[in-house]
């Protein structure tokens, strides 16, 4: 059974730091593909950043220079550093792993950026 497990989370002022980290277990084999969402309340789910096997990453645009993704292909997590947060961070996280035969979900991370 895959299993994806979000860390990290938790309410943050604005202008400040959280490092986000999702955990692969199970019949996992060979990521090719590691990223993030967000869902917002009231919004669609949207893309925030992916990092390929290879360590090229994308970032969404509205986060790009702030955040950075980083994966570690032998302890199969990915991981999501968000610096200068600010309110419209704020949203539910979604890690997702998308293998040669399918995508796999987390169960998502609040993230919530308030004063």
């Known amino acids: 059974q895959v299993q994806l497990v979000e860390s990290g989370g938790g309410l943050v002022q604005p202008g400040g730091s959280l490092r986000l980290s999702c955990a692969a277990s199970g019949s996992i084999f060979s990521p090719v593909v590691m990223g993030w969402y967000r869902q917002a309340p009231g919004k669609q789910r949207e893309f925030v950043a992916t990092v390929a096997s290879g360590g090229n990453a994308n970032y969404a645009s509205s986060v790009r220079g702030r955040f950075a993704i980083s994966r570690d292909n032998i302890r199969r997590t990915v991981s999501l550093q968000m610096n200068t947060l600010g309110p419209e961070d704020t949203a539910v996280y979604y890690c997702?792993?998308?293998?040669?035969?399918?995508?796999?979900w987390g169960q998502g991370t609040q993230v919530t950026v308030s004063s």
């Open positions: 997702y792993v998308v293998t040669a035969r399918n995508t796999y």
